[in-house]
């Protein structure tokens, strides 16, 4: 059975920087490409980033571009996420994705979910 488990989130001040982690257990990690989403209160869930499954195709929401950076260590069966310059809109749960055969920026390319970890940003 595939799990996912995000780490890394927190409360910071707009302009800081953080680094999620999203490690896999129960398959093949580098077979399939990963993904980042967020979900904001009262928002639907939207993408942020994806990778695939070798690292050297990345994808990235316009707003995130320039700030966060996506990548992985398949030996490590862990996907990063570094957000830098975050804004208070960034604020979401963020949650890592898996399943998907190509970096894609369409949620219903992924099977398999974690639990999300939360972001706050204060201004």
């Known amino acids: 059975q595939v799990q996912l488990v995000e780490s890394g989130g927190g409360q910071v001040q707009a302009g800081d920087s953080l680094r999620l982690s999203c490690t896999s257990s129960g398959h093949t990690f580098s077979t399939y490409a990963m993904g980042w989403f967020r979900q904001a209160p009262g928002k639907e869930r939207e993408f942020v980033a994806s990778?695939?499954?070798?690292?050297?195709?990345?994808l990235y929401e316009d707003s995130v571009e320039g700030r966060f950076t996506i990548s992985r260590d398949n030996a490590e069966h862990t996907m990063y996420l570094q957000m830098s310059s975050l804004k208070p809109e960034d604020t979401a749960v963020y949650y890592c994705a898996t399943g998907a055969l190509v970096a894609a920026m369409t949620s219903r390319m992924y099977k398999y979910w974690g639990q999300g970890t939360q972001v706050t940003v204060s201004s």
């Open positions: 990778i695939s499954w070798r690292g050297d195709n990345t």
